[in-house]
């Protein structure tokens, strides 16, 4: 079974453009997450989707963040325009059923740095 | 704000020595309790969680982590490390609802 899967692995952009990063959850998984690590700090929690509904974004830093999960699979988070803060890795998961506790697979990350 | 707090930012063991990694959280009420793991190159994974009944929890490699409730808190051990558990570990928390707050994680490296 194919894992939790983030593309690109890294983008480097400048201050002011957009990126767009994609993650592929775990086939039939409802529940996906973005969080975002900052180099060194913890891993903060961005937002929660169950299918295509947010369900909690209230980790989402501004508004020039967006992001979507068009037919409850894949999900994209814009970031528009980036600024230098933004830098860092940001991760996806995913995680079945109803239950808080239930484990949360996690991709690979995408590191972004912006210059 | 809930928080979650890690105590240790590096630690350095040597092989079979014992290990234990501390995690504080600060929330009063009902709380879901985990711990990942993030080995070199790889992706986080699960180590070991709590929800529910007995407070002490074994996860996988060996590991076991001790919920106190009147301390807020839930350590990780292991009685004797090996080489390969070098990695990054994150102690979590939610508190019901789906979003999981992680501390700063601490990164052990173990001297073979």
């Known amino acids: 079974e194919a894992g939790v899967t983030q593309f690109p692995s890294h983008s480097v952009i400048e201050k002011g453009q957009t990126v767009t990063l994609r993650c592929d959850p775990i086939s039939g998984h409802d529940n996906l997450y973005w969080y975002r690590r900052v180099m060194g700090k913890e891993i903060k929690f961005l937002l929660h989707?169950?299918?295509?509904?947010?369900?909690?974004e209230s980790g989402m830093p501004n508004n020039r963040f967006l992001a979507e999960r068009t037919g409850g699979t894949y999900s994209t988070l814009k970031v528009q325009p980036a600024e230098l803060e933004d830098s860092g890795v940001y991760f996806c998961?995913?995680?079945?059923?109803?239950?808080?506790?239930?484990?949360?697979?996690f991709g690979p990350g995408t590191r972004l740095t912006v210059l | 704000a809930q928080s979650v707090s890690q105590h240790n930012h590096h630690v350095i063991l040597s092989e079979a020595a014992s290990l234990e990694l501390g995690c504080n959280y600060s929330y009063g009420g009902t709380v879901n309790l985990f711990w990942y793991v993030q080995y070199p190159g790889q992706h986080l994974q699960l180590l070991l969680k709590y929800f529910s009944g007995d407070p002490l929890v074994k996860g996988i490699k060996g590991f076991e982590a001790e919920f106190i409730k009147s301390k807020f808190s839930f350590n990780l051990r292991k009685p004797s490390v090996q080489w390969s558990d070098t990695a990054e570990y994150f102690c979590?928390?939610?508190?019901?609802?789906?979003?999981?707050?992680f501390g700063a994680g601490t990164r052990l490296f173990v001297k073979a």
């Open positions: 979590a928390v939610n508190t019901g609802g789906f979003k999981t707050i």
């Open positions: 989707f169950v299918k295509e509904s947010k369900q909690d």
């Open positions: 998961a995913s995680s079945q059923g109803l239950a808080a506790y239930n484990e949360q697979f």
